[in-house]
């Protein structure tokens, strides 16, 4: 198993970067919408927005009537949007009054609709319900809540019966990403005053009886007390919260449920740990894992993108040049010459593996490539005066790509190595360089 061990933020890894400053969405669908509605104001309140309920009518099939002259459409809707309203008056409030907030109903898929929605108006944050008095609500609601988590670019939270106060606990998974930062960072926004977070990794060691599987693991080991260190220093985390780091070994949904179980924790946060279209489209095994058999809250924050660290970096006007494998020496050489002593980030997915690391504000000192393993070796280090350094080792690469921008300077080095993808990033020049010591033998390569 891959472990990156090399750690490092920067103050940009904090997720404040962009703000939102629309109201809180909750999601009026499927039963205990009263439940989910109060939830939602709770939030709302705590956050100081404002609070609309959405309901998304899905279009009926085209084949319901035979007779191709029956009446759809216009018509159709708007009765069904008129009982809907109704119905969502007499569930928010039973006395029969208008609710007290904006209630919105749209046609559409409601994944879809609700994150489209969420994104045009800069909404901070999804509520859902999810459904846990019986197994049926509870598949129901996380199937609804996974699928709009696939296409939203904010936080969701998926509220259990049981959230119905300010949190006193919260505790999130933490794998040292962006995500997961996002994540922390979002849930901290949540909690009541003095309220406690628990940040929780949990890793599997290899568990090999091999003598260089279990040195990496015992370094993995050590360097997480540094890591824990960094991450939390990377945000921005009130003063009156009682953050505690912890760490478990295992599967990271089961163990991080089993936490929560036992240290009775309000609700969890995790991030969504998708990268690309495809992964995207799992949302991730840990997530989907922990939504469907957590019996709390669950807020679920997408990944940041590095566009909006720095608009150079976003897709518009950039190419991607796939380099020969007989040219990759000069052009990683080149690449070095170009850019060292550049801060950079390093992004590491290997999905057969369930490994996904991002580290920042390193400095690139140089690259290479080894032909006997298809092997690229990526040198970084910290401006601390000893040039300390760590290596990752990138072995089995199939496809090297430089990506740059319009002017054609470089953005970053994709290298594809199975079904996993390592990208070296250039950051901008805003983004200082980490100058916290690392081991200068630390390995964190395949």
């Not at 970067?17 to 939602?40: D, F, L, M, Y």
């Not at 970053?412 to 079904?419: D, E, F, K, M, Y």
């Amino acid at each position: 198993m891959t472990h990156a061990t090399m750690s490092g933020t920067s103050p940009e890894y904090r997720t404040g970067s962009a703000v939102r400053n629309g109201p809180v969405i909750v999601a009026a669908c499927g039963r205990e919408v009263a439940a989910t509605v109060r939830a939602g104001a709770l939030v709302a309140r705590r956050l100081g927005r404002e609070m609309t309920i959405l309901s998304v009518i899905e279009p009926l099939p085209a084949n319901i009537w035979d007779d191709d002259t029956a009446p759809f459409g216009g018509t159709l809707s708007e009765e069904r949007a008129v009982a809907l309203r109704h119905d969502l008056a007499r569930a928010i409030n039973p006395g029969g009054d208008e609710a007290a907030w904006p209630v919105e109903i749209l046609a559409g898929d409601v994944s879809r609709t609700i994150a489209r929605v969420a994104h045009e108006r800069q909404v901070p944050l999804i509520v859902m319900g999810i459904g846990r008095h019986r197994p049926i609500d509870r598949l129901l609601g996380a199937d609804t809540v996974l699928r709009t988590v696939r296409v939203a670019d904010c936080p969701v939270l998926a509220v259990a019966h049981s959230f119905t106060d300010a949190p006193a606990s919260a505790a999130v998974g933490v794998d040292f990403s962006r995500s997961s930062a996002y994540a922390a960072q979002s849930a901290a926004q949540l909690v009541a005053p003095g309220a406690t977070l628990h940040l929780v990794h949990v890793w599997q060691p290899s568990n090999a009886d091999n003598k260089a599987l279990a040195r990496d693991d015992d370094l993995y080991r050590r360097h997480l007390p540094d890591r824990f260190r960094r991450f939390i220093a990377s945000l921005a985390l009130p003063a009156t919260l009682d953050v505690k780091s912890e760490v478990r070994e295992g599967h990271p949904a089961e163990r991080l449920v089993d936490f929560v179980d036992a240290h009775r924790v309000d609700f969890i946060a995790v991030g969504r740990n998708g990268r690309g279209p495809v992964l995207r489209l799992l949302v991730g095994g840990v997530t989907e894992r922990v939504l469907r058999s957590a019996v709390c809250s669950v807020l679920i924050a997408p990944d940041r993108p590095l566009s909006q660290f720095q608009p150079a970096l976003a897709p518009n006007g950039s190419t991607e040049e796939t380099v020969e494998r007989s040219a990759w020496v000069t052009h990683l050489d080149e690449f070095v010459r170009r850019n060292a002593g550049r801060v950079v980030a390093l992004e590491v997915n290997d999905p057969e593996h369930g490994v996904m690391s991002q580290e920042w504000g390193y400095i690139l000192f140089g690259t290479s490539y080894q032909e006997g393993g298809r092997l690229v070796l990526i040198v970084l280090g910290e401006t601390n005066g000893r040039r300390q350094h760590g290596t990752r080792f990138v072995s089995d690469a199939d496809r090297i790509s430089i990506v740059r921008d319009a002017r054609g300077a470089d953005l970053a080095l994709r290298i594809q190595h199975g079904s996993g993808e390592t990208v070296l990033t250039i950051l901008p020049p805003t983004v200082p360089a980490s100058h916290t010591c690392f081991a200068s033998s630390e390995h964190f390569g395949t």
